[in-house]
């Protein structure tokens, strides 16, 4: 709560006389400053989220690549196992072949074997009389007679274990042969399952190249977009420094007004701060001059407590701060986002050192010194 003299009335009055005409002019370019800050921080916003928007479609560009590299791998583990079943069925037809020309020579040998077989046996038959007889007469001993016989059953015998032997091989090979032509149809399905895969991981790794390209389109265009953010940014920012060079100009004006303002005794007058007003004033000086040195944030907090002090606004910490068309913060959100997300030691320490009555200069006002205002210039800061 602060306390005010009445005979601080009078002078006042004159001075607000002063100020009329140039007040109304200064406040409508202020107005516009801070419609400009509000501008370019609705763009900064915009260009965060087009700058999210540029990293998603990064990140999802990333993505389809490395799948597209699994692809590819797996396209190559494919064609590989294909390259392997070819061979396997190459060397299975080769070995069917095989099979099949032994089986054809074991049958050919069979039948040959019958025929001889058959040749051997019609002999006997046809001149089994005779040759019994003559080989009787031809013995040398019943021991001899019994031997030539017995040869020729032997003989016999040898033909149908021969021929037994060539069926027995024929069925062996008959069945290696069907055992390799089932092999071959195992193979030739496993061959058709690695065709199927293939058309799939082609067709998959033709959607994903599409899907790369639509992605890198919609980065060119989120980046394009980033671009066009950027530039309206700093477009703004020229302008906003064009309304400050007004702003100032209108200030050195009416600097004259601004001094006799200044003129003002304000020793007697005792301001109480509130519980608030440490961290808002805080907040305020990190806006304003987050970057300046110390000394640069006491200033900055000077100006507002005499302010405070001055009859010529309101009489407390938050007045003055939100008062329309005097802090750009304000009107851009910045003091707000300040707030919710806090302020930094030092500019808490600066305002409460001004709190505590360490005040720097007697300014009313400062602005960015771009050398149209003469007064003290503190870092980037010009007061007045």
Same mark, same amino acid.
């Given at each position: 709560? &602060?306390? &005010?003299? *009445?005979?601080?009335?009078?002078?006042?009055?004159?001075?607000?006389?002063? @100020? !009329?005409?140039?007040?109304? +002019?200064?406040?409508?370019?202020?107005?516009?400053?801070?419609?400009?800050?509000?501008?370019?921080?609705?763009?900064?916003?915009?260009?965060?989220?087009?700058?999210?928007?540029?990293?998603? &479609? $990064?990140?999802?560009?990333?993505?389809?690549?490395?799948? =597209?590299?699994?692809?590819?791998?797996?396209?190559?583990?494919?064609?590989? $196992?294909?390259?392997? =079943?070819?061979?396997?069925?190459?060397?299975?037809?080769?070995?069917?072949?095989?099979?099949?020309?032994?089986?054809?020579? /074991?049958?050919?040998?069979?039948?040959?074997?019958?025929?001889?077989?058959?040749?051997?046996?019609?002999?006997? +038959?046809?001149?089994?009389?005779?040759?019994? *007889?003559?080989?009787?007469?031809?013995?040398?001993?019943?021991?001899?007679?019994?031997?030539?016989?017995? +040869?020729?059953? !032997?003989?016999?015998? +040898?033909?149908?274990?021969?021929?037994?032997?060539?069926?027995? =091989?024929?069925?062996?090979?008959?069945?290696?042969?069907? !055992?390799?032509?089932?092999?071959?149809?195992?193979? @030739?399905?496993?061959?058709?399952?690695?065709?199927?895969?293939?058309?799939?991981?082609? !067709?998959? &790794? $033709? $959607?994903?190249?599409?899907?790369?390209?639509?992605?890198?389109?919609?980065?060119?265009?989120?980046? /394009?977009?980033?671009?066009d953010i950027e530039e309206q940014i700093n477009q703004m920012i020229e302008y906003e420094q064009q309304l400050e060079i007004k702003k100032a100009k209108e200030d050195a004006a009416r600097l004259a007004a601004i001094q006799a303002q200044e003129q003002e005794d304000t020793s007697t007058v005792v301001y109480t701060s509130a519980d608030s007003d440490a961290y808002l004033l805080g907040a305020i000086i990190e806006c304003e001059a987050g970057g300046e040195s110390y000394e640069g944030k006491l200033a900055v907090g000077s100006v507002i407590l005499n302010r405070v002090k001055s009859s010529y606004f309101p009489n407390t910490i938050s007045g003055v701060i939100y008062e329309g068309g005097q802090f750009s913060p304000v009107a851009s959100g910045r003091l707000a986002y300040r707030l919710e997300t806090g302020v930094s030691q030092s500019c808490l320490q600066a305002a409460q050192e001004v709190l505590n009555g360490n005040i720097t200069l007697s300014s009313l006002y400062f602005r960015r010194n771009n050398g149209i205002i003469q007064g003290t210039v503190i870092g980037n800061h010009v007061f007045y």
């Open positions: 709560m &602060i306390h &005010i003299p *009445w005979k601080r009335m009078t002078g006042a009055l004159l001075i607000f006389c002063m @100020l !009329s005409v140039t007040t109304a +002019y200064a406040k409508t370019t202020q107005d516009d400053i801070d419609d400009a800050n509000e501008q370019i921080q609705d763009l900064k916003e915009q260009k965060e989220n087009a700058e999210d928007t540029v990293d998603d &479609i $990064s990140d999802k560009k990333e993505g389809l690549e490395a799948d =597209l590299g699994s692809l590819n791998g797996q396209l190559s583990d494919i064609a590989a $196992s294909m390259n392997d =079943l070819e061979q396997q069925i190459s060397d299975k037809e080769a070995e069917i072949e095989t099979a099949q020309e032994e089986l054809a020579a /074991a049958e050919e040998q069979a039948v040959q074997q019958y025929e001889d077989m058959k040749l051997r046996i019609q002999f006997m +038959y046809e001149n089994g009389d005779r040759n019994i *007889w003559e080989m009787l007469l031809e013995s040398e001993s019943i021991s001899d007679f019994l031997n030539r016989t017995e +040869y020729i059953s !032997s003989i016999n015998e +040898y033909d149908r274990d021969k021929l037994t032997e060539f069926e027995e =091989l024929q069925a062996q090979i008959a069945e290696h042969k069907e !055992s390799l032509e089932e092999d071959r149809v195992e193979l @030739l399905a496993m061959q058709e399952d690695m065709q199927q895969k293939q058309a799939t991981v082609n !067709s998959l &790794i $033709s $959607s994903t190249k599409s899907n790369i390209a639509k992605a890198e389109e919609d980065l060119a265009n989120a980046q /394009a977009n980033v671009a």
